[in-house]
């Protein structure tokens, strides 16, 4: 089933601890992305990757990286998360020509 | 500065009223815009894009440039059309780069 995965869905961490949630797609898709929802703010774009080793940043990218070494996979990396990235976060990915993004299940996160 | 307003949070309507969901957008360029429904337990998928002129659902939305709005409708709504309804922009037309800009969302709730 064409999809987009990410893990975990669910995550309680402490502040300061380093962690990475997993996006991949079985799409071959060229393009990724990764969003924040937040209550009355929407989705915020925080990265977005056009290929591999081909990233930028999106409208909320502070505290955040990402890496794109293949195709299919874009890992989000919270080198010292602090309470104010809990959130609710997607990732997408779509191809290239075709501005439709494929949206991940979401992942949970509550920094404590 | 690029930028896409919902501004309603919440919009209630009884089953076979009319619905508009109200987008505007800021983007001095020539954008493509789009409508993405997220139903509950769901992920966010796309409804429809300006560029396509199609009905999905029932739903309509028109560009209108002069007015800077992406308003979405439908004549009749049904139940099944509660969910939480996102306005996007893409703000390089067809170049193609992955960016989009989310507005900050509107709860549909049609009542029975």
């Known amino acids: 089933e064409a999809q987009v995965t990410q893990n975990p869905r669910y995550l309680i961490t402490v502040t300061g601890k380093k962690l990475t949630v997993t996006c991949s797609q079985n799409?071959?898709?060229?393009?990724m992305s990764w969003y924040r929802q937040d209550p009355g703010l929407g989705l915020r774009q925080i990265y977005y990757?056009?290929?591999?080793?081909?990233?930028d940043k999106g409208d909320v990218p502070e505290g955040y990286k990402v890496s794109r070494k293949e195709k299919r996979n874009f890992p989000l990396i919270l080198e010292s998360p602090s309470p104010n990235q809990t959130s609710l976060y997607f990732c997408?990915?779509?191809?290239?020509?075709?501005?439709?993004?494929?949206f991940g299940p979401g992942t949970r996160l509550l920094v404590l | 500065a690029q930028r896409v307003t919902q501004p309603e949070k919440l919009l209630s309507v009884f089953k076979g009223a009319p619905v508009e969901l109200k987008c505007n957008y800021s983007?001095?360029?020539?954008?493509?815009l789009f409508w993405y429904v997220q139903y509950s337990r769901q992920r966010l998928q796309l409804l429809l894009r300006?560029?396509s002129r199609e009905s999905i659902k029932g739903f309509t939305a028109d560009l209108n440039k002069g007015e800077t709005s992406f308003h979405l409708k439908k004549p009749f709504a049904q139940e099944e059309d509660s969910a939480m309804y996102y306005c996007?922009?893409?703000?390089?037309?067809?170049?193609?780069?992955?960016?989009?800009?989310f507005g900050q969302g509107t709860t549909l709730q049609v009542k029975p």
């Open positions: 997408a990915s779509n191809p290239r020509y075709q501005e439709t993004q494929y």
């Open positions: 799409m071959n898709h060229e393009y």
């Open positions: 990757s056009m290929n591999v080793e081909v990233t």
């Open positions: 983007y001095s360029g020539s954008p493509e």
């Open positions: 300006h560029i």
């Open positions: 996007a922009l893409s703000p390089y037309g067809s170049s193609n780069t992955g960016k989009l800009i």
